[in-house]
């Protein structure tokens, strides 16, 4: 018979008591002797009071029922649970050491123990989540630590078990419910204080709630101090709904930026984005332990610790560097199976402000991202055009990863409402379907300049990447630290893209009204430089001298300010090839900019039409092809693939990009125009008609801004015999240029293709003279093939110190 008041001494069923060892509101615990296998083990009874409560009871059982379905290092191990004499009792491991609670007893942690013991913790939370078991009551007195330093996660009596159909076995989930309710026994302030915020709020719990409140476990161990903290169990509650922590730096200068980190992630209140799987914690903190161990993490000083409800930019500004020469150091999946991440898209972020005007802040955001991330070794990262291929557009990560060629998609939304600004995102690993990471900001209006860069060292600090201290220092730049700057560059960009007249000049008032705003912004001029580039350039709307000047300027201020910016390198390259000529000079700068940002199709692209405007066309296809695969839906550099493979006479490779060029934009007459060039050049007279054709009358209609499709359709009318025709267009061309700006060159290669080669020489003497930016082809262009026998044409390109 048991003495249910003190049983030492006594033996139940085949246990021994020797002595008490513990107690509280749901347990007595005593040490024990098997006397069936001779080892000591500690039994666990019901107080006296509860002994008959079916409540008590039911808890219990399920207790011993949850945790003996574990068999991990990191929970302690159930041996049985049985009855003698009507009280129930169950045999566990014998423990030696102390709780965690009385471990922290009121002082922080060293961090080395913190990420050891984390760790361990997440680790048996993951075992126990793969078993559909949730903790639900996890907090320092139930994680119990031996002295080798091992942790056990103690006391599954509230745990939910998942049963076989997906459901639970156990609907109590709220704190109403009779188990949970704060004046149960074993209940007391310290578990409300551990409640998730969904637990508070009698929501239906998944594991997630044990992530929250590991969390909480993690921050006690930091600071010694309870992340949410009331008088009352009303105050604690409203804290866990309402309020953020104190920064745990600000209470322990000794946390790591990246500690801190995975505690706010673990204590964020939607369960949507914080932590979704142990593992992911586990991860984090063996990648910080590592990290640690090695030197390479650091901690923020105090005074940039509670950024998050800083107001002012500078202040943010200087918080996003130090996070991101951190952040990039030590996200590095070390010890993960998961394979590594090579390449990634960031589609548009949405713009869920229901205001159209507003388009150009989750444009400029998504950009930013791009560039930033563009700048990283060892990774792919698709360019704008391709990304922005899918806006507005319901489309699943998997099938634009497969699309696209990458492992991974970053997608995001923004909420601009009067002065404060929301921005969500998420990275997902497209190969398992799994979010590796995500976060929402909160910030105003004048705390843009920010967020991209937080986005972009977040993403960077989840790919398994190792940065120079080069490379961190540009991922985390901050461009300008004036928010009004950034937001006249937004809209410049926004403007740019639009790719006509109307919006380059617009994006260059905004361009010019930034770097007014912020003298320094290096990055708007740069895009300055771009923008007077593409009207006198590319597209050819204004003469060369009147803007690649100013495009020279621009970009060099830009460099001025800040010689390792890639988009700078890359604007300077274009005006020394298109204007200037400088062949040698071009190709530094192109290369120059490709080591800065290898990610850059645009300076890939470049770079390839100086390689095949210089005649290296095989390694002019090669650099297309680069910056092919880095924009695969771009229609542009699927053109200047077909010119590589045209000028190097491989026409049906050249025949094969232009209709993926027309497949990608069919409306877009140039491609039409080009592929019936190609088909020209193969002697497909028949189907180069025919392509013409499709374009109608407008087709070859000479107007100012269809004057290169103009010029090619000439050609091919030329070259298939029809002389009137072409002599039309040519005459049509010469017309328009008495009024208005169109290139030389253009009007040269229709008189080319007829065979006469005196109008053809004085267009391009005239090309020459204007320093038009289709000159630098004039050496390698199929339109010229006929011309090359004549000393005029060699002396040219002896003057444009082109290869003969």
């Not at 180069?688 to 050609?715: C, H, P, Y």
């Amino acid at each position: 018979m048991v003495t249910p008041s003190e049983p030492v001494g006594q033996t139940i069923s085949h246990y021994r008591i020797l002595r008490k060892i513990g107690g509280g509101g749901m347990g007595v615990v005593y040490e024990a002797e098997d006397l069936k296998l001779g080892r000591h083990v500690a039994l666990k009874f019901l107080p006296d009071e509860l002994a008959h409560d079916s409540q008590a009871l039911a808890r219990f059982e399920r207790e011993a029922k949850a945790a003996s379905s574990l068999n991990h290092t990191n929970i302690c191990t159930i041996h049985e649970i049985d009855e003698v004499d009507g009280r129930v009792f169950i045999a566990m491991e014998l423990l030696e050491g102390q709780t965690l609670r009385h471990m922290i007893a009121g002082k922080p942690l060293e961090i080395e123990t913190v990420l050891d013991l984390g760790i361990q913790i997440a680790d048996a939370l993951d075992a126990a989540h793969a078993k559909g078991i949730v903790h639900r009551d996890i907090k320092p007195a139930n994680i119990f630590v031996t002295n080798r330093g091992q942790a056990k996660i103690l006391d599954f009596g509230l745990a939910k078990v998942a049963s076989k159909d997906g459901g639970w076995s156990d609907s109590a989930s709220t704190i109403g419910g009779s188990e949970d309710h704060l004046t149960s026994p074993g209940s007391t302030l310290g578990t409300v204080a551990y409640m998730s915020p969904e637990q508070v709020r009698g929501k239906e719990l998944d594991a997630r709630t044990d992530l929250f409140s590991f969390g909480a476990v993690l921050y006690e161990m930091c600071t010694s101090a309870l992340p949410f903290r009331g008088d009352t169990s009303a105050l604690v509650f409203n804290a866990i709904l309402e309020c953020d922590p104190v920064a745990p730096v600000r209470l322990n200068p000794d946390v790591p930026v990246e500690l801190e980190r995975v505690v706010n992630k673990a204590l964020e209140k939607d369960r949507n984005l914080r932590y979704q799987h142990a593992a992911d914690i586990r991860t984090d903190l063996q990648r910080l332990q590592r990290d640690t161990e090695s030197g390479n993490a650091a901690v923020v000083p105090e005074a940039s610790s509670h950024w998050s409800r800083r107001a002012m930019l500078i202040g943010a500004a200087a918080l996003v560097f130090v996070i991101a020469a951190i952040a990039a150091a030590a996200f590095y999946f070390g010890g993960s199976s998961r394979a590594t991440i090579t390449s990634v898209v960031v589609l548009p972020f949405s713009n869920a402000s229901g205001d159209p005007s507003t388009e150009y802040l989750s444009d400029g955001i998504t950009e930013g991202i791009i560039d930033r991330l563009s700048g990283l070794p060892n990774l792919k990262v698709i360019s704008r055009t391709s990304a922005f291929h899918y806006k507005q557009r319901d489309v699943e990560p998997q099938k634009v990863a497969k699309d696209l060629g990458v492992d991974a998609v970053v997608t995001g939304r923004v909420v601009q409402r009067g002065d404060d600004l929301s921005v969500s995102a998420e990275l997902v690993d497209a190969r398992e379907d799994k979010q590796l990471w995500g976060e929402q900001y909160s910030r105003k209006l004048a705390n843009i300049v920010s967020v991209q860069q937080e986005i972009a060292t977040a993403i960077s600090g989840n790919l398994r990447l190792r940065l120079t201290h080069e490379e961190k220092t540009r991922l985390s730049k901050p461009y300008t630290e004036n928010a009004e700057a950034y937001q006249l560059y937004s809209m410049g960009r926004y403007q740019a893209q639009k790719a006509s007249v109307d919006g380059f000049k617009k994006s260059i008032e905004y361009f010019q009204r930034a770097v007014e705003k912020d003298p320094g912004y290096a990055l708007a001029y740069a895009a300055l430089s771009g923008s007077y580039g593409a009207l006198g350039g590319g597209y050819s709307y204004l003469p060369p001298k009147d803007t690649l000047p100013s495009a020279k300027a621009a970009a060099t201020k830009a460099l001025e300010i800040d010689d390792t910016l890639a988009e700078g390198h890359a604007a300077l390259g274009y005006v020394k090839m298109f204007y200037e000529w400088d062949w040698a000079g071009a190709e530094r700068d192109f290369k120059r900019a490709i080591e800065l940002n290898p990610s850059s199709a645009s300076a890939h692209d470049d770079y390839c039409q100086l390689l095949y405007v210089t005649s290296k066309f095989n390694d002019s296809i090669a650099e297309c092809r680069k910056a092919q695969e880095l924009d695969p839906l771009s229609p542009l550099i699927v053109s200047d693939l077909g010119y590589a493979y045209l000028d190097a006479r491989r026409y049906d490779e050249a025949i094969s990009a232009w209709q993926k060029a027309v497949e990608l934009a069919p409306e877009v007459p140039l491609f039409h125009a080009n592929l019936a060039y190609a088909y020209a050049m193969k002697g497909m007279y028949a189907q180069a008609v025919r392509e013409q054709e499709k374009l109608g009358s407008e087709g070859i209609a000479v107007k100012a801004d269809n004057v290169l499709v103009a010029s090619t359709l000439g050609w091919v009318l030329a070259v298939s015999g029809k002389h009137a025709e072409a002599l039309k267009v040519a005459r049509e061309l010469e017309n328009l240029s008495a009024h208005t700006y169109i290139d030389a060159y253009a009007v040269a290669v229709v008189y080319a293709g007829q065979g006469m080669k005196d109008d053809a020489f004085r267009w391009i003497e005239r090309g020459y003279a204007e320093h038009g930016t289709s000159m630098p082809f004039l050496g390698v262009d199929a339109y010229m093939y006929g011309m090359h026998s004549d000393p005029r044409f060699a002396d040219l390109l002896r003057r444009m110190r082109l290869p003969q």
